[in-house]
């Protein structure tokens, strides 16, 4: 696997850097390696097509919050704004459920 221990993308941070992951809880037996991966044969022009919500963590360190506003801001999506760092389900994994659930009460309204 190429890029940092326990990720799968070349040039990423180590998940588990403070610049990755300050608000994180601190692990009381041992620390854990979260992965994200990103499907590449996920269509490039979905973001026009199906409903879309984003979480903006205004704490991020690796991806800037401007730039995350402006990356939902083209994808029209619906957002969220909470104080976290980059890996916001481990930190906040309340708000984050409720983004999730939000999303998907949405979605089968619509359905």
Same mark, same amino acid.
């Given at each position: 696997? $190429?890029?940092?221990?326990?990720?799968?993308?070349?040039?990423?941070?180590? =998940?588990?850097?403070?610049?990755?992951?300050?608000?994180?809880?601190?692990?009381?037996?041992?620390?854990?390696? /979260?992965?994200?991966?990103?499907?590449?044969?996920?269509?490039?022009?979905?973001?026009?097509?199906?409903?879309? /919500?984003?979480?903006?963590?205004?704490?991020?360190?690796?991806?800037?919050?401007? $730039?995350?506003?402006?990356? $939902?801001?083209?994808?029209?999506?619906?957002? =969220?704004?909470?104080?976290?760092?980059? =890996?916001?389900?481990?930190?906040?994994?309340?708000?984050?459920?409720?983004?999730?659930?939000?999303?998907?009460?949405? =979605?089968?309204?619509?359905?």
């Amino acid at each position: 696997m $190429a890029g940092a221990r326990g990720h799968g993308h070349t040039g990423m941070p180590n =998940v588990t850097s403070p610049s990755c992951a300050n608000s994180k809880p601190k692990p009381g037996n041992g620390s854990r390696a /979260w992965t994200s991966r990103i499907p590449s044969s996920q269509p490039a022009c979905s973001r026009k097509t199906l409903p879309s /919500w984003y979480l903006i963590t205004a704490s991020d360190q690796v991806l800037p919050p401007d $730039a995350e506003r402006q990356f $939902a801001a083209r994808m029209g999506a619906t957002t =969220v704004e909470i104080p976290s760092s980059h =890996v916001a389900m481990v930190s906040h994994p309340g708000e984050v459920a409720r983004l999730i659930e939000t999303a998907a009460e949405a =979605v089968l309204a619509t359905s």
